[in-house]
């Protein structure tokens, strides 16, 4: 019996090293699952939510006609806010005018620019994020489901090797901590599979909402790395592969992060 | 105008123990600062109240551990027909009113 056992230790070994030679990685894990209870239960209920405060803001935003228009919103060409439910589940997507990748961030600014005649929001302000949250929220629970060929094929390359490129002064690949340590420890928290599902996220250490983008650059300062600015292709190709990796879990925005 | 949120429901039975909700954008500045920093006015909420047809029923007194945002929940007993008038008060006297109608029916 004894040597039965060590003959399938054995192979559940090989199975290990063979399937990480192949680069399968073991099941995703979503920062949701390492939030204590009273941070899950704030996620999941939106009424406790207080990424919800951005919400209510970007429903607002969505039917007002920004000063000095000729009066159209959001809402004049896209409808009601809930016929985007789906649209964030798409996002980073490339734009079919330009062929440029666009987070979806970038794509309400796009809106703004060409149809509304208004300047772009700037990343981070109060009214993009509330924007991105109002969206983003009507895909809730529905499955990452993103296009990787025709005009995002290169991107995604390109976010698949920034991903495992070693970076900063530290010398750390992202995939060092979200593929080889998942569930291990960076200080007090606990890494998770880098999934970026939950954002814009409400994040207790910025007390308030934040894109991914902004995620992403505490991470690139965590490895004492250049934080490069908002809306750099590097960027939004490493969404676009992040986007990937975790197609098919579900979209968790407005999450609850630390 | 701050973004607020407040949640109940809009209907109970007399004698119901009804779960309230209230959560409001603020950034609960504290006016700490390091020795020698520039020192920043304290600007928090300080004073949360609610009133039901008139009767105070829930008051919080916050202080500067409180976090930004504050999520407040509470519960009282439906008993009549009534508004509820939920009540935030910061360092600066700004006011943020929000009226909530409760419909009480027979147990």
């Known amino acids: ?258 | 105008m701050r973004t607020r949120r407040v949640t109940l429901p809009a209907t109970a039975k007399a004698g119901e123990i009804i779960e309230i909700r209230a959560v409001i954008l603020h950034p609960m500045v504290t006016g700490h600062s390091a020795a020698g920093a520039n020192t920043v006015a304290r600007r928090i909420i300080h004073t949360f109240t609610a009133v039901y047809d008139g009767e105070e029923v829930f008051r919080a007194n916050l202080g500067t551990g409180v976090a930004s945002n504050p999520l407040l929940v509470f519960t009282t007993v439906a008993t009549k027909t009534g508004d509820l008038v939920f009540t935030w008060i910061d360092d600066s006297g700004e006011t943020a009113v929000e009226t909530r109608r409760l419909t009480v029916t027979p147990a």
Not at chain 1, 162 to 182: I, Y
């Open chain 1, 1 to 258: 019996m004894r040597l039965r056992g060590l003959v399938a230790l054995l192979i559940a070994l090989a199975a290990t090293a063979f399937a990480t030679a192949l680069g399968a990685e073991p099941a995703l894990r979503s920062a949701t699952e390492f939030l204590s209870d009273a941070l899950k239960r704030e996620q999941a209920d939106l009424t406790a939510n207080r990424g919800s405060l951005w919400v209510d803001q970007g429903r607002a935003l969505w039917t007002a006609a920004p000063a000095g228009t000729d009066g159209r919103t959001c809402a004049s060409c896209h409808g009601d806010l809930a016929s985007m439910k789906g649209v964030a589940a798409r996002y980073p997507a490339a734009d079919a005018a330009s062929g440029q990748l666009l987070t979806l961030e970038m794509r309400i600014n796009a809106c703004r620019t060409r149809h509304q005649r208004q300047a772009a929001l700037a990343p981070e302000s109060d009214d993009l994020l509330a924007l991105t949250a109002a969206l983003a929220v009507q895909s809730r629970g529905m499955a990452v489901d993103i296009a990787i060929n025709g005009a995002a094929g290169p991107a995604f390359e390109a976010g698949r090797a920034w991903f495992n490129t070693r970076q900063g002064q530290l010398n750390l690949a992202c995939s060092q901590c979200h593929v080889d340590n998942v569930g291990g420890k960076l200080r007090g928290d606990t890494i998770s599979s880098g999934l970026g599902t939950g954002y814009p996220a409400y994040r207790l250490e910025w007390n308030g909402l934040g894109s991914l983008h902004r995620r992403l650059r505490a991470c690139q300062i965590g490895v004492r790395a250049v934080d490069l600015p908002f809306g750099s292709p590097e960027h939004v190709a490493l969404e676009l592969y992040l986007a990937w990796r975790a197609r098919g879990t579900a979209i968790e925005a407005p999450a609850i992060r630390r």
